[in-house]
């Protein structure tokens, strides 16, 4: 639960709100703005604060190098039903000019804040500048809530702040599946890098009835347990950690699937001697690509319509269209379990987008890291910083 104030806690009406929100979004080839599902998920907020009444300044970063945040302000106009001006540098007299002049009602969106390094390197007088801007401070961007920047942590010092709606969604729907779960709750846990993802896995363990790994990961699971992956992407040095997973769940009664079959191929870019293998079958030449069909059926064995999934990382190289059907297969299963699902992790979460399934899970998560953050027990240093809720 977030257990930090909201839009809806204070009093907004003829003031001006600045609002850390969320407009790093895909671009496309022509310059244009893709997909648009952040945008959506912004708005609630937006809307809130403009029907009690405030007056807007947006504020949001765009993590491609020197990416205008311009075109994404007629996109927020058009969502909105309203103008939207924009201040193309988030500093200088021209943006001050600019914030005085708003009226109830008004929303002026500010350049991109990481043209100036001062953003991510948390700069005080930085943060000192944008917080001039507003009388309140809404952070609404769920995705950077795990970065220590001046718009995230460094305001905060400086104005009353509170959450915004999409911030609340995104902390209690991940909170709630893991503290009061509909049971049974299984985790899928895949992706590239045992390291990263152990902090995930272990805190999981303590909350899930079962774990499901694949994924690069697995290959690493496989190989502490003296099985052959050939020239598999493996981190060997996590050998102990892997068999400590496997000891803590099995002293815990928790069910631990590893693949029991895989894709390998002798060359991943060129394709060649693609296959489905059983995981004590690999080669020494072989390269494990994805799960197999077997390892897919062990969580369609499972999963309960009662229950709770949740996934993150791919079960494979799911960006290549040949190593992606147990990624897929894992997305399907899901989905026709009928059961509670939430989903983490910015390549899943693309993967999903990319196959047209986003809709048809219970929770995609915004936020890559954050969401990382939060499914491994840890709290947002950019929630911290909120005023806590008064009981
Ligand atoms: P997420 O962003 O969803 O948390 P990760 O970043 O942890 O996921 O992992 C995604 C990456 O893992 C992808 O680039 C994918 O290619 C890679 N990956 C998954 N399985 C394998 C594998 N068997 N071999 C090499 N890379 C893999
Ligand atoms: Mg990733």
């Given at each position: 639960?977030?257990?930090?104030?909201?839009?809806?806690?204070?009093?907004?009406?003829?003031?001006?709100?600045?609002?850390?929100?969320?407009?790093?979004?895909?671009?496309?080839?022509?310059?244009?703005?893709?997909?648009?599902?952040?945008?959506?998920?912004?708005?609630?907020?937006?809307?809130?604060?403009?029907?009690?009444?405030?007056?807007?300044?947006?504020m949001?970063?765009h993590?491609?190098?020197?990416?205008?945040?311009?075109?994404?302000?007629?996109?927020?106009?058009?969502?909105?039903?309203?103008?939207?001006?924009?201040a193309?540098?988030?500093?200088?007299?021209?943006?001050?000019?600019k914030?005085?002049?708003?009226?109830?009602?008004?929303?002026?969106?500010?350049?991109?804040?990481?043209f100036?390094?001062?953003?991510?390197?948390?700069?005080e007088?930085?943060?000192?500048?944008?917080?001039?801007?507003?009388?309140?401070?809404?952070?609404?961007d769920?995705?950077?809530?795990?970065?220590?920047h001046a718009?995230?942590?460094?305001?905060?010092?400086?104005?009353?702040?509170?959450?915004?709606?999409?911030?609340?969604?995104?902390?209690?729907?991940?909170?709630?599946?893991?503290?009061?779960?509909?049971?049974?709750?299984?985790?899928?846990?895949?992706?590239?890098?045992?390291?990263?993802?152990?902090?995930?896995i272990?805190?999981?363990?303590q909350?899930?009835?079962?774990?499901?790994?694949?994924?690069?990961?697995?290959n690493?699971?496989?190989?502490?347990?003296?099985?052959?992956?050939?020239?598999?992407?493996?981190?060997?040095?996590?050998?102990?950690?892997?068999?400590?997973?496997?000891?803590?769940?099995?002293?815990?009664?928790?069910?631990?699937?590893?693949?029991?079959?895989?894709?390998?191929?002798?060359?991943?870019?060129?394709h060649?001697?693609?296959?489905?293998?059983?995981?004590?079958?690999?080669?020494?030449d072989?390269?494990?690509?994805?799960?197999g069909p077997?390892?897919?059926?062990?969580?369609?064995?499972?999963?309960?319509?009662?229950?709770?999934?949740?996934?993150?990382?791919?079960?494979g190289?799911?960006e290549?269209?040949?190593?992606?059907?147990?990624?897929?297969?894992?997305?399907?299963?899901?989905?026709?379990?009928?059961?509670?699902?939430?989903?983490?992790?910015?390549?899943?979460?693309?993967?999903?987008?990319?196959?047209?399934?986003?809709?048809?899970?219970?929770?995609?998560?915004?936020?890559g890291?954050?969401?990382?953050?939060?499914?491994?027990?840890?709290?947002?240093?950019?929630?911290?910083?909120?005023?806590?809720?008064?009981?």
């Open positions: 639960m977030l257990h930090k104030q909201t839009v809806k806690d204070i009093n907004v009406t003829g003031k001006t709100v600045l609002v850390r929100t969320m407009l790093n979004v895909p671009i496309d080839d022509d310059g244009s703005v893709g997909d648009k599902k952040r945008l959506e998920s912004a708005v609630p907020t937006l809307q809130y604060l403009l029907e009690q009444g405030a007056a807007l300044v947006l949001s970063h993590s491609h190098e020197g990416q205008s945040l311009a075109v994404v302000a007629p996109v927020i106009a058009e969502l909105l039903g309203c103008d939207v001006a924009f193309d540098d988030c500093l200088g007299e021209a943006t001050t000019a914030v005085q002049a708003l009226r109830p009602g008004q929303v002026l969106m500010l350049e991109n804040l990481r100036h390094p001062e953003e991510e390197a948390n700069d007088a930085f943060a000192k500048q944008l917080a001039s801007y507003g009388e309140l401070y809404v952070n609404d769920f995705t950077t809530c795990h970065r220590e718009s995230m942590v460094g305001v905060p010092k400086f104005l009353p702040a509170v959450a915004g709606l999409s911030v609340e969604t995104e902390v209690n729907t991940i909170t709630a599946a893991l503290d009061n779960p509909k049971r049974p709750l299984i985790a899928v846990s895949g992706g590239a890098k045992i390291s990263t993802k152990v902090p995930i272990s805190f999981l363990l909350k899930v009835d079962a774990l499901m790994i694949g994924g690069a990961m697995a690493t699971f496989l190989a502490a347990e003296g099985l052959q992956v050939g020239k598999s992407l493996i981190e060997d040095d996590e050998f102990e950690i892997a068999r400590n997973v496997m000891d803590t769940a099995k002293a815990n009664n928790k069910t631990v699937l590893l693949p029991v079959d895989v894709v390998v191929t002798s060359d991943i870019d060129a060649q001697n693609v296959r489905v293998v059983a995981t004590n079958e690999v080669g020494e072989d390269i494990i690509v994805d799960i077997a390892s897919v059926g062990q969580l369609k064995q499972i999963v309960d319509p009662k229950g709770t999934v949740i996934w993150n990382g791919p079960m190289i799911a290549d269209e040949v190593y992606d059907d147990g990624t897929l297969g894992v997305a399907q299963v899901i989905i026709e379990s009928g059961a509670y699902s939430i989903v983490g992790g910015g390549d899943t979460a693309d993967f999903i987008d990319g196959a047209g399934l986003a809709d048809k899970f219970g929770f995609v998560s915004n936020g890291g954050a969401s990382l953050e939060l499914m491994s027990g840890n709290t947002l240093p950019a929630i911290d910083v909120l005023l806590d809720k008064t009981s």
